[in-house]
């Protein structure tokens, strides 16, 4: 079965821009590509959903290339508080079915 | 946004005895829910997905007579771990989509510890 793959951890400073990838080869044809933040002990929240090219929101933007076989989630200037583990949310095709497949999560970590 | 919760937050139970948790859609009608399970420092892993007033869908792997799925409204569902073992102890946690979005909202989780 084909994965959703992201990078384990990335670190950044505050202040920075971050770029995370999703790379899901197998994507279903009319999916969408959504991302999410999680924290210790909580549910995943909604940071973005896009389907194709680029969608931005008032937190994020996210960009999905032409094939979509991989997304970017980018965050604009990260403060500590965007500390967490972050995820993307696809669905997979697997011969005729379609299995939503959350990746395997990277934890950001913003240092002062 | 739309609220999603769980209940219980967490709970412990003896192995062999059987747990309930429920999620509901506080302000809107939830056509479908999701149930997920994570274990430490590991991703979630959907179990099975139930539309309203049909039987759940579960994921291969995913035993259905030992995680028992309702979902008999448009605002509730729940899951019922039967006969719990410690290696059932982890974070469940559901979500649930409307009729006209692709989106999922998430509910906060439950932690269940089995000992």
């Known amino acids: 079965l084909a994965k959703t793959t992201q990078p384990i951890s990335m670190d950044s400073y505050e202040g920075q821009e971050v770029n995370i990838t999703c790379s899901h080869n197998?994507?279903?044809?009319?999916?969408?590509i959504t991302w999410y933040q999680q924290f210790p002990s909580q549910g995943p929240r909604f940071i973005i959903q896009?389907?194709?090219t680029k969608v931005t929101n008032e937190v994020a933007s996210l960009f999905i290339p032409a094939d979509r076989k991989s997304s970017t989630l980018s965050l604009p200037r990260v403060s500590l508080s965007d500390t967490a583990v972050y995820y993307c949310?696809?669905?997979?095709?697997?011969?005729?079915?379609?299995?939503?497949?959350f990746g395997s999560g990277t934890q950001l970590t913003v240092l002062p | 946004g739309a609220v999603v919760s769980q209940h219980p937050s967490w709970v412990i139970c003896k192995s062999g005895t059987s747990v309930k948790i429920e999620c509901r859609s506080l302000?809107?009608?939830?056509?479908?829910m999701f149930w997920y399970r994570q274990f430490p420092k590991q991703s979630l892993m959907l179990m099975a997905t139930?539309?309203?007033?049909?039987?759940?869908?579960?994921e291969q792997g995913v035993e259905k007579d030992k995680f028992l799925i309702n979902h008999a409204s448009l605002t509730l569902s729940t899951l019922t771990v039967t006969s719990a073992h410690p290696e059932d102890s982890s974070f469940y946690i559901c979500?649930?989509?409307?009729?006209?979005?692709?989106?999922?909202?998430f509910g906060p989780g439950t932690r269940l510890t089995v000992t």
């Open positions: 197998n994507i279903a044809t009319n999916d969408y």
């Open positions: 949310l696809v669905g997979i095709s697997s011969g005729s079915a379609r299995q939503l497949t």
């Open positions: 979500s649930a989509s409307g009729r006209a979005s692709y989106e999922q909202y």
């Open positions: 302000d809107f009608q939830a056509t479908t």
């Open positions: 139930s539309n309203e007033g049909s039987k759940a869908t579960y």
């Open positions: 896009g389907y194709k």
